[in-house]
């Protein structure tokens, strides 16, 4: 309702704008008064354009409150200038409650393919804390753009990188080779052997992957030569049609199953699983070069460091740069030795994206079934019938953490340079950074910590050495904490109704905590602070809704008889109520209910899901003051219980919705 009253405003000031000074502004900041006894929302216009006018704001705002009162958008009742020349704006608080009771609000989404990128983790051992942050950002951008019940959204494919042919993969087959003796045949017989004592894949190459990180550098003699096997063996992978590759493509796709399934117990599912294998066998690259080429992107150096090189300028350049000898600072695309880069497959996988890398697409196999779709594994076979299309983007966005930030705008900078500048305007790298753990979280894993790293705000993991949590260890922690509380507060209820709440309130705390900080904050995750009842949590919010259940529950009524209820509340007493000192208080409650589209649009043009995180705990807050504050149940008069049985629905459908965008489902009891 509020982004509805919202737009329906600015655009009867562009229209003013227009008529009065001929003037075009094409962003109108919105912002809210301090108290809601000033009105709902504020406009600080007429500052934008004191200077252009040259007048005093609130001369201004003076001129622009006579226009609008003339003829009053819909849901507005009165114009006021405010301070300097603020225009406050308020609303018709009984017409905007019935339309928020209603569930009426302005809609999101338009026409184009939006392709969301996320997880993307090596699949050489199990996925681990940092991960975690990956997907649950990028699982939860998706739903906030993905069509649904709320919105009609945009279509959108969920995409999972899997780089099956990197160093990573490399390093696990170098030691089943080197430290456990193992062939091809052999490796098979290993994991027939862990499937059947039911073991894990993912968890006995995370500590594979750690001894031979350590091995390669153990023997200062061997040192070259160890590093040299590894070489030889990431070539093999490339390559392709031999054993090594073969090894390769057993343990990757064995650790990949294990990945979703690790990811699907947080809720988080994919449409498309594209394979480095599949980008070099297919030749995305032969396609991708000859098109740089002919675009005057991709030039061989002749001379310099790069000489036999194929470089490209980088983002920022200056044009002159390189006029007088070869530009030093170019990157490298091609390797003299004939080697493509990351970045330049890279780019050939981001020209698929857009379908701008003609003749080329995938063959595709189905990898996995989920209750609601396929989700499709990258093949080369390209003469499959079954052909779900996904290189169509309209947009793109890539959640890879910071450290990429330099790769991403070479990428951006590439498809600019060959004149795709609307893909390069519609690409995103959502990126974060990273997570570690704080002292006492490493202390509740098991860990030990010197004297020194207990002082510290957080420590770093690393799987190389070992040091890190594993995800489905995190999640298995989390609920088994949730558990022992639920059990203590409700031994009534069946162990599986128990095993439910917990795996709620378990996934709620991770995913609520790894998204309540903004994309650029360093996350040091913590059990306690996660889980608790108390603060910024996801239990918190969960709590809250349970209680507005509870009060519903207590009353006898359902949704649907509730707002029928206040939809029959006189005009004359419901407005009494909205306006009076105490109906101030409870109005606030409403307004900020009637906010979440204005949040996930403000989510979605932002690239911030934190948003929406402190959304749900703004609301939840002001449902519990509420709680605190009026006594629904002991109410004695029937307009005012109807009014307030109505706040407490309309804010917890909100705090479910504002949930189930990020990811998190509301438990029964707690």
């Given at each position: 309702m509020y982004r509805t009253i919202q737009q329906s405003l600015l655009a009867r000031i562009q229209a003013i704008l227009q008529a009065k000074y001929g003037v075009e502004l094409t962003n109108l900041a919105v912002e809210q008064p301090p108290s809601v006894a000033l009105g709902e929302l504020a406009l600080p216009v007429a500052f934008e354009l004191a200077k252009r006018l040259r007048k005093a704001p609130r001369a201004i705002a003076g001129e622009l409150a006579a226009e609008l009162a003339a003829s009053l958008p819909d849901g507005v009742t009165g114009v006021e200038v405010a301070g300097a020349g603020y225009l406050n704006v308020r609303l018709d608080r009984a017409a905007a409650a019935r339309n928020i009771a209603a569930d009426r609000h302005a809609d999101i989404g338009g026409p184009g393919f939006r392709l969301v990128e996320h997880t993307s983790i090596n699949p050489n051992k199990a996925a681990h804390i940092g991960h975690l942050r990956n997907a649950i950002l990028g699982d939860t951008f998706q739903r906030l753009l993905r069509r649904d019940s709320y919105k009609s959204g945009f279509e959108v494919g969920v995409q999972n990188y899997i780089d099956n042919t990197g160093v990573q993969v490399a390093d696990v087959v170098v030691g089943l080779v080197h430290l456990e003796g193992k062939n091809l045949e052999s490796t098979r017989a290993r994991l027939a052997e862990l499937a059947a004592k039911n073991e894990r894949i993912d968890f006995y190459c995370w500590d594979l992957y750690a001894r031979v990180s350590q091995w390669y550098t153990a023997d200062a003699a061997q040192a070259a030569a160890r590093k040299q096997i590894r070489l030889d063996t990431l070539h093999a992978l490339e390559a392709g049609g031999n054993e090594t590759a073969e090894m390769a493509e057993l343990i990757s796709t064995a650790v990949l199953r294990r990945h979703l399934e690790t990811m699907e117990r947080l809720g988080i599912e994919y449409d498309f699983l594209p394979r480095e294998s599949e980008i070099l066998s297919l030749h995305f690259w032969d396609a991708a070069r000859t098109l740089m080429i002919e675009k005057g992107v991709l030039y061989e150096e002749t001379e310099g460091k790069n000489k036999g090189c194929w470089v490209m300028r980088r983002a920022g350049a200056d044009a002159e740069q390189g006029a007088d000898g070869p530009d030093e600072d170019a990157k490298v695309i091609v390797r003299s030795n004939g080697t493509v880069t990351y970045v330049g497959k890279d780019i050939a996988y981001h020209l698929w994206k857009f379908g701008l890398l003609p003749g080329k697409d995938f063959g595709y196999e189905r990898f996995r079934e989920y209750p609601s779709h396929t989700c499709w594994v990258s093949t080369a076979d390209t003469s499959r019938h079954e052909r779900p299309t996904f290189g169509h983007a309209d947009a793109i966005y890539n959640v890879i953490d910071s450290r990429q930030n330099d790769p991403q705008t070479q990428v951006i900078q590439a498809l600019r340079g060959m004149g795709f500048t609307e893909a390069a305007d519609h690409y995103t790298h959502f990126s974060y950074e990273m997570v570690a753990l704080t002292p006492r979280c490493a202390l509740d894993m098991g860990y030990e910590v010197s004297e020194e790293d207990r002082k510290r705000a957080y420590i770093e993991v690393s799987g190389r050495k070992g040091f890190g949590v594993k995800a489905d260890d995190l999640l298995d922690k989390l609920i088994a904490a949730a558990k022992a509380e639920v059990d203590e507060r409700h031994p009534e209820l069946t162990d599986a109704e128990r095993e439910t709440i917990a795996r709620q309130i378990g996934v709620g705390a991770l995913r609520y905590f790894m998204l309540r900080f903004t994309r650029n904050t360093v996350i040091a995750f913590d059990f306690k602070d996660a889980?608790?009842?108390?603060?910024?949590?996801?239990?918190?919010?969960?709590?809250?809704?349970?209680?507005?259940?509870?009060?519903?529950?207590?009353?006898?009524?359902?949704?649907?008889?509730?707002?029928?209820?206040?939809?029959?509340?006189?005009?004359?007493?419901?407005g009494a109520i909205l306006t009076s000192e105490e109906g101030s208080s409870l109005w606030e409650t409403w307004l900020l209910a009637s906010k979440l589209s204005l949040v996930i649009e403000q989510c979605l043009t932002t690239s911030e899901p934190a948003y929406l995180a402190k959304y749900a705990f703004q609301l939840a807050q002001q449902f519990n003051n509420f709680y605190h504050r009026h006594h629904v149940l002991h109410e004695t008069d029937p307009t005012r219980k109807a009014f307030l049985l109505a706040t407490s629905v309309v804010a917890q459908r909100e705090m479910i919705r504002a949930l189930g965008f990020l990811g998190i489902e509301a438990p029964s009891v707690m």
């Open positions: 889980l608790s009842f108390e603060g910024e949590t996801g239990p918190y919010v969960q709590y809250a809704i349970v209680r507005a259940a509870n009060i519903l529950r207590k009353a006898g009524a359902t949704e649907a008889e509730v707002v029928a209820a206040f939809a029959a509340i006189p005009g004359d007493a419901l």
